[in-house]
């Protein structure tokens, strides 16, 4: 992979992220860099499971792998959110 197509990943990976994030609602407690990498994860694994289901690649946007991707930002989200809670109630508990 080349310096454009790391470049690229991180763009897309950043937009599809924060997709991810403004879906759910409330607060979740994890940051900017967190959010990237569940979205570039999200994006390469939406793309191979869409490839898997036989959605047609296509020259302009692929609308259907980007809902495959979202949704797994989504999914990711809330794990990585659900993760930081309990890691986060746990330090609390022994800070006392």
Do not use: S
């Not at 992220?17 to 609602?25: E, F, K, T």
Request: aromatic fraction near 4%.
């Amino acid at each position: 992979m080349n310096i454009t197509g790391i470049i690229t990943a991180i763009v897309i990976g950043a937009i599809i992220g924060a997709l991810g994030r403004l879906l759910l609602p409330g607060r979740q407690p994890i940051g900017v860099l967190m959010t990237v990498i569940v979205g570039i994860v999200a994006a390469l694994i939406g793309t191979a499971v869409a490839q898997q289901v036989g959605v047609a690649t296509t020259n302009g946007i692929d609308w259907i792998e980007l809902v495959f991707q979202i949704g797994l930002a989504v999914i990711g989200v809330v794990i990585v959110a659900a993760f930081r809670r309990r890691h986060d109630r746990g330090h609390r508990r022994y800070e006392r």
